[in-house]
């Protein structure tokens, strides 16, 4: 008897650790299309408080590169930098999102245009950033748009949508991986835009 009693309570344990202790994530900085209203040559920068240290972004809008090379974004931690890249000329511009697991405080960073969306964040093991998820490997139909969004729910997902039809793929951290698994969840979504945080 007293063998079930401790299964049972063990079990309750369990689940109440489940509930409690979900991964969920939230959006804390949007800057929508900002590279719309950026004048040439002219730079966003944000600043951010990690668990390594402190994260500084600059993107800048480059006037006199080509079209392959017009968004110049640099990453520096705690004054290192960490990450230099460049990023096409897009139609309607880039969106940069910061994204943090709230069960550990992670964060993680979104750059996404109408062709392509990246989550990214930094890797204390690796001491460099590392691009977690890139929609360009996820199946979805020629000309949907990605969004890289968290939900109302907390859930972290990846979206495509072109006219009606939309496709989810939901991420988890898997921490001895140290890498994102995930969940095709399928087609028949209404737009993220809906659900998004």
């Known amino acids: 008897m007293k063998k079930c009693i401790a299964a049972l ?5 369990m689940a109440f650790a489940t509930v409690c202790f979900a991964e969920t994530y939230q959006m804390t900085y949007e800057a929508k ?33 080509s ?8 990453a520096w931690l705690d004054g290192k930098k960490i990450d230099d890249a460049h990023y096409p000329k897009v139609e309607y511009g880039y969106t940069f999102r910061a994204i943090k697991n709230t069960s550990n405080s992670e964060q993680f960073y979104v750059l996404q245009s109408i062709e392509r969306a990246c989550l990214f964040g930094y890797s204390p093991e690796k001491k460099k950033f590392e691009v977690y998820i890139d929609s360009n490997n996820y199946a979805h139909d020629m000309g ?3 969004y ?8 972290l997902v990846l979206a495509f949508e072109k006219g009606n039809q939309c496709r989810r793929y939901q991420f988890n951290w898997d921490a001895n991986a140290k890498w994102f698994g995930y969940s095709d ?6 737009s993220v835009g809906k659900d998004k945080q």
């Open 67 to 74: 079209s392959d090379n017009r968004l110049h974004l640099i």
């Open 9 to 13: 309570l063990g079990l309750l344990i």
């Open 33 to 65: 299309n900002f590279t719309e209203t950026l004048k040439n040559d002219q730079a966003l920068s944000e600043t951010f408080t990690t668990p390594y240290g402190t994260l500084k972004f600059q993107m800048r809008k480059l006037w006199q590169s």
């Open 185 to 190: 969840l399928g087609t028949g979504w209404s």
């Open 148 to 155: 890289i969004v968290v939900l109302k729910n907390g859930d």
């Open 144 to 146: 949907a748009y990605p």
